[in-house]
């Protein structure tokens, strides 16, 4: 196997096994000085922080979860109505858990054979009242976690490099709040916690040169070719995407909030430019047309293309604003808002929400839009059981990206690419979940290339294969006691596909299951054990390495899971109902000793005569020379897909299911022995 592609961990600490040193659990109500304790704290109501604080939960620790708003679910409940998820097949976990519960609710209220339980699509397309009660409910059964709503983030107080507590303002009294944790979970779509902890951290892009990306800094590119355009320099700036908001909307006329007279700040002049977009062809259909893209052929070369609609249960859409218009007037409003203070951000919520319900009011009544744009314009409305605390608008403004952490390792373009011939993307040893999304960033500056096809800065939907992420991404470089999985360390590019919620909120499980561990063995963050978390992240079915071949009914499953982040597989055929070749039984007894620090592995006579495959009977016994392992339960029996003869070719499925047990027997033996 080539391992150029294979990257080792470094810095992150020795083994450690069995369950430590158990940390007494902490959760008090505030003092009298407005203090609060806990075992975990995580910032930021976003999925990725309650996936966080649910993680957490569960495996004992008593978590506080704090969020700005007085609603949990930052997107998710703020009108991203559909899972942004091309591989079903790749993220799992809690995530999972969360579009089986919608189902459920749908399932539930509306019956199994239901137009409602279709749009839902298996619990990936939701309403945003869906997504919030369905997050409320996963929080409420966790007796172990406390909210904080209105809680605004001030101050992060440090000692010896650790954030000994936090600051808050209470948006709702106007008191001073603080809140201290053994660890703290920055689960911001913003990197707060870590920026006013003084970590390091990137903002805007990446020049080309720094990690030798293809797509980074200043770029032009054809969304509809895929390919690069003239006038792109590569250079870094400090710019971001475009920011929106996600608009939830409803063609039920009875459930319809209409504008009827023009917003707060309403000016034409911001939307003129999409009657050039009109004129030019550039609200017509896309090239490729893809299901729950948001596409449909009655809004092609109409002004009401300058949204995009993708359908969700009760007559309700989940609604983009369209991007790729030249018109797209929400570029640049955002520059200073990772770093400005909570008035300023403010300012720019207010100005988000102007520009969109300007852009609503704008095509369903302008008079120089053609009358029948205005009239299909005019069946879609804001949903009058939608938001409904906030004049049925969303109360979420979608960060696409802010602050990133400069963390142990920094993802980028090339990790989540194929490089050269591999035939899968970058293996990491610290593999903690696996990422799938296209790279999508929202235009970046107002100029457009010189063909007038595109806003520079768009990436749209390039297409990428699965890709794992380290856990040293969430590890800042010296902030202690802190884990980052929303902000976490990657270039723009790279940023551009981790961005997404379904895996977020993986990420996040990942998070609060590190931070428990964390408290619970007495290590920084940066010491956790990764073997271990990974074998509980499979054990709570976490995807780690993608294949295309295998699915939970293989018996070996958590055992390829396990090994495909060693480096046993070259591309994303498991294979795993095939014979195992010489070849291959070497790299992986190889790689078996490394982890295990184990060099006293006898190989077997005959598997050193370069036989073409190996039989059961070798590889058992060259296992059971492992000197810390009496092998008593390593009968075939408990790895064969099914009893036969020793002497028959070994599968390469059951070489993982037996080189994984004896790994775990090995590594309780040493636990035994310290």
């Not at 940390?23 to 995580?42: L, R």
């Not at 137009?115 to 009660?133: D, I, R």
């Not at 090994?563 to 070259?570: A, M, Q």
Request: charge should be negative; aromatic fraction near 12%; glycine fraction near 6%.
């Amino acid at each position: 196997m080539d391992r150029r592609n294979f990257i080792r961990l470094s810095s992150l600490g020795t083994l450690i096994t069995g369950s430590g040193i158990a940390a007494s659990c902490v959760y008090k109500n505030a003092n009298s000085e407005g203090e609060n304790f806990a075992d975990i704290a995580v910032i930021g109501g976003t999925p990725a922080g309650i996936m966080a604080a649910i993680a957490a939960a569960r495996m004992g620790s008593k978590v506080i979860l704090t969020e700005y708003h007085s609603h949990l679910g930052g997107m998710t409940t703020s009108g991203l109505g559909k899972s942004d998820i091309e591989n079903k097949e790749a993220i799992a976990g809690l995530f999972k858990e969360f579009t089986e519960k919608v189902l459920q609710y749908y399932t539930g209220k509306y019956g199994e054979n239901s137009k409602e339980v279709l749009l839902c699509k298996e619990g990936y397309y939701y309403e945003p009242s869906v997504a919030e009660l369905v997050f409320n409910q996963m929080i409420a059964e966790e007796k172990n976690i406390k909210v904080l709503f209105n809680y605004q983030i001030e101050e992060a107080e440090m000692k010896s490099e650790k954030i000994s507590r936090l600051r808050f303002k209470d948006r709702t009294s106007g008191d001073t709040r603080f809140l201290k944790a053994e660890v703290f979970v920055d689960a911001t779509y913003e990197g707060d916690v870590f920026a006013l902890a003084g970590a390091v951290y990137r903002l805007g892009r990446e020049g080309k040169e720094e990690f030798n990306e293809a797509h980074a800094g200043h770029i032009f590119f054809d969304f509809n070719e895929k390919a690069f355009l003239e006038g792109g320099s590569g250079e870094e700036d400090s710019r971001l995407p475009a920011y929106t908001y996600r608009l939830c909307m409803t063609d039920d006329p009875a459930n319809s909030y209409v504008l009827t007279e023009p917003p707060h700040g309403y000016d034409r002049n911001n939307y003129v430019e999409y009657f050039n977009d009109l004129k030019d062809g550039r609200l017509s259909a896309p090239k490729v047309f893809k299901e729950g893209h948001g596409y449909y052929s009655d809004h092609f070369d109409t002004m009401v293309r300058v949204f995009s609609f993708t359908e969700i249960p009760n007559r309700k859409y989940d609604v983009n604003i369209n991007p790729r218009p030249l018109g797209f007037p929400f570029v640049g409003e955002n520059y200073a808002y990772p770093e400005t203070d909570w008035a300023a951000r403010e300012r720019i919520f207010k100005r988000h929400r102007e520009l969109t319900l300007g852009l609503i009011y704008f095509v369903q009544n302008d008079p120089e839009i053609p009358e029948e744009h205005r009239n299909l314009a005019m069946k879609y409305h804001l949903p009058k059981d939608e938001f409904t605390d906030n004049e049925h608008f969303p109360w979420q403004l979608y960060i696409r990206e802010a602050r990133r952490l400069k963390g142990m390792y920094t993802l980028t373009e090339n990790d989540v690419t194929l490089r050269e011939d591999a035939q899968r993307t970058t293996v990491f040893e610290d593999t903690i979940i696996t990422g799938e999304f296209p790279i999508d960033s929202f235009p970046v500056s107002k100029v457009p290339s010189k063909d007038n096809k595109v806003l520079e800065g768009y990436i749209g939907m390039y297409e990428i294969s699965p890709y794992q992420i380290p856990y040293r991404i969430l590890v800042p470089e010296k902030v202690l006691g802190l884990i980052v999985p929303v902000a976490a360390s990657t270039t723009h590019v790279a940023y551009s596909t981790v961005r997404m919620e379904p895996l977020w909120m993986g990420i996040g499980q990942v998070a609060g299951i590190a931070a428990h561990m964390s408290r619970e063995l007495q290590v920084e963050i940066k010491d956790v054990p990764v073997l271990e978390l990974q074998n509980i992240l499979i054990k709570n079915h976490q995807i780690l390495t993608y294949f295309k071949d295998i699915d939970r009914a293989d018996k070996a499953f958590d055992a390829v899971q396990f090994w495909g982040t060693k480096g046993f597989f070259d591309s994303y055929l498991a294979r795993t109902q095939e014979h195992l070749s010489t070849e291959d039984c070497k790299l992986w007894l190889g790689i078996f000793e490394e982890i295990t620090n184990n060099p006293e592995i006898t190989i077997d006579a005959e598997l050193n005569n370069n036989g073409q495959v190996v039989s059961i009977s070798v590889l058992q016994k060259t296992l059971q020379t492992m000197n810390k392992s009496d092998g008593k339960n390593l009968q075939p029996e408990s790895w064969l897909y099914e009893k036969r003869a020793l002497k028959s070719n070994v599968l390469r499925g059951e070489a993982c299911m037996a080189m994984y047990q004896l790994y775990q027997e090995t590594e309780l033996a040493k636990d035994k022995n310290t």
